[in-house]
């Protein structure tokens, strides 16, 4: 998404790169009237631009204004600045202090010239959601080998009740759920949600309630 305001202020012609640029790297370029200049959606994360095209050196105030505010509403903001002569980039250096910025906070990115900087533009946007998807791939495979922990913990104490093998403990699992809640169940219950024998079923519920039962010794 592109700030209209921002466009307006900009030459045609760069404006036409942009497009070009955003569909050569599948990306749809929207004119809204945003806060930022620029909002890239990447991998379900929204990441938003500053980009001053145009640095005076009399007039920063604003700029570092601007991203002290837009900071406290985007979690991931960037400000990308056109600054192609040593003036202007002393200008930002000196400037930068004198507000007091918080480095990284947001990122400052100084670039060459205008062309240069949309494409750092891109390329952050693009990192930014690739790291987000690596992060999403991660947290849920830990999850998935939780969860695979998880059952094989459940199956072990499971068939330590005598006469239940792994089939029962599946079973058992997928109809009931938690060992807290096979604990609790009835006789009645196990065998109408499960395929276990009565026999089974009565081990079952004496294991969890019958302390002579738990507690007496086990002949393997």
């Given at each position: 998404?592109?700030?209209?305001?921002?466009?307006?202020?900009?030459?045609?012609?760069?404006?036409?790169?942009?497009?070009?640029?955003?569909?050569?790297n599948?990306?749809?370029?929207?004119?809204?009237?945003?806060?930022?200049d620029?909002?890239?959606?990447?991998?379900?994360?929204?990441?938003?631009?500053?980009?001053?095209?145009?640095?005076?050196c009399?007039?920063v105030?604003?700029?570092?204004?601007?991203?002290?505010?837009?900071?406290?509403?985007f979690?991931h903001?960037?400000?990308?600045?056109?600054?192609?002569t040593?003036?202007q980039?002393?200008?930002?250096?000196?400037?930068?202090?004198?507000?007091?910025?918080?480095?990284g906070?947001?990122?400052?990115?100084?670039v060459?010239?205008?062309?240069?900087?949309?494409?750092?533009?891109?390329?952050?946007?693009?990192?930014?959601?690739?790291?987000?998807?690596q992060?999403?791939?991660?947290?849920?495979?830990?999850?998935r080998?939780?969860?695979?922990?998880?059952?094989?913990?459940?199956?072990?104490?499971?068939?330590?009740?005598?006469?239940?093998?792994?089939?029962?403990?599946n079973?058992?699992?997928?109809?009931?759920?938690s060992?807290?809640?096979?604990?609790?169940a009835?006789?009645?219950?196990?065998?109408e949600?499960?395929?276990?024998?009565?026999?089974?079923?009565?081990t079952?519920?004496?294991?969890?309630?019958?302390?002579?039962?738990y507690?007496?010794?086990?002949?393997?």
């Open positions: 998404m592109m700030n209209t305001t921002w466009r307006d202020q900009q030459h045609p012609s760069f404006i036409s790169f942009i497009s070009s640029f955003l569909a050569a599948s990306f749809r370029l929207n004119f809204v009237p945003i806060s930022p620029f909002i890239f959606n990447c991998g379900g994360l929204s990441v938003a631009f500053i980009f001053v095209t145009k640095w005076d009399g007039n105030g604003t700029i570092f204004s601007r991203a002290k505010k837009l900071k406290a509403q979690a903001l960037y400000v990308t600045l056109n600054l192609p040593r003036d980039n002393d200008s930002f250096l000196c400037s930068y202090f004198k507000y007091e910025m918080q480095l906070r947001p990122t400052f990115v100084p060459q010239d205008i062309e240069m900087g949309f494409e750092k533009i891109v390329k952050i946007a693009h990192s930014c959601g690739v790291s987000k998807q992060e999403v791939k991660s947290k849920l495979k830990a999850e080998n939780q969860s695979v922990q998880e059952l094989e913990n459940f199956i072990r104490v499971v068939t330590s009740i005598p006469g239940i093998d792994n089939h029962d403990a079973a058992l699992n997928q109809a009931i759920g060992i807290e809640r096979i604990a609790k009835s006789k009645e219950y196990i065998l949600t499960t395929d276990l024998s009565a026999d089974k079923a009565e079952i519920v004496r294991f969890f309630r019958d302390s002579k039962f507690l007496c010794p086990k002949i393997i």
